[in-house]
Antibody, heavy 129, light 108 residues
Framework: QLQLQESGPGLVKPSETLSLTCTVS??????????WGWIRQPPGKGLEWIGS?????????????YYNPSLKSRVTVSVDTSKNQFFLKLSSVTAADTALYYC???????????????WGQGALVTVSS | SYEVTQPPSVSVSPGQTASITCSGDKLGDKYACWYQQKPGRSPVLVIY???KRPSGIPERFSGSNSGNTATLTISGTQPTDEADYYCQAWDSSTACVVFGGGTTLTVL
């Protein structure tokens, strides 16, 4: 059974870069054609998609990442298949970036059919000096 | 940018049918899915591809999508179904995932 686990610092200072790791177990991150995504949820609020990385046929193309336009200038999603991990970096953070950050496998097709399943348990990141 | 809208809250009596809507321009031309999130827990997929249930999701959960509205229907609602529910779609014009604002289902 595929499982995902987020890890990283729980406290980040304003203007610095938030870095999180998602470790995938129970399956290989590169064994199938999937996307791998990040979603966040500010305390007491709804879900916001951050970005997704597409893995295609045992190769990763630097152009195969998709980001929320509202965050695109600050976000990087990358992957290390040797460690079965993918990563989130969000630069120039402010208090508005305080949230529970989830990683998830992102099922997506050219027809636009897509969903996230399963999800990690989430990592709370607080932006504060 | 594309948006989908959900009612903030829905109430239902135990054993009755709950319907949660998700509205967006020509949403029926896209695929919708639904997540259940209980307090302190990660979201769980309950419906994908408009109508399909993942393994392990009870049959009382069903979905539809037509016109401008996708609907999550819970038949014979149980107290354990009390949770926040989020719809999600994909905007192909911007290659963006879109989430609804969420609906709190109260079973009372």
């Amino acid at each position: 059974q595929l499982q995902l686990q987020e890890s990283g610092p729980g406290l980040v200072k304003p203007s610095e870069t938030l870095s999180l790791t998602c470790t995938v177990s129970g399956g290989s991150i590169s064994s199938s054609d999937y996307y791998w995504g990040w979603i966040r949820q500010p305390p007491g609020k709804g879900l916001e998609w951050i970005g997704s990385l597409e893995w295609i046929g045992r190769m990763y193309y630097s152009g195969s990442t998709y980001y929320n336009p509202s965050l695109k200038s600050r976000v990087t999603v990358s992957v290390d298949t040797s460690k079965n991990q993918f990563f989130l970096k969000l630069s120039s953070v402010t208090a508005a970036d305080t949230a529970l950050y989830y990683c998830a496998r992102h099922h997506s097709s050219s027809s636009g059919n897509n969903w996230f399943d399963p999800w990690g348990q989430g990592a709370l990141v607080t932006v504060s000096s | 940018s594309y948006e989908v809208t959900q009612p903030p809250s829905v109430s239902v009596s135990p054993g009755q049918t709950a319907s949660i809507t998700c509205s967006g321009d020509k949403l029926g031309d896209k695929y919708a899915c639904w997540y259940q999130q209980k307090p302190g827990r990660s979201p769980v997929l309950v419906i994908y591809q408009d109508t399909k249930r993942p393994s392990g999701i009870p049959e009382r959960f069903s979905g539809s999508n037509s016109g401008n509205t996708a609907t999550l229907t819970i038949s014979g609602t149980q107290p354990t179904d009390e949770a926040d529910y989020y719809c999600q779609a994909w905007d192909s014009s911007t290659a963006c995932v879109v989430f609804g604002g969420g609906t709190t289902l109260t079973v009372l």
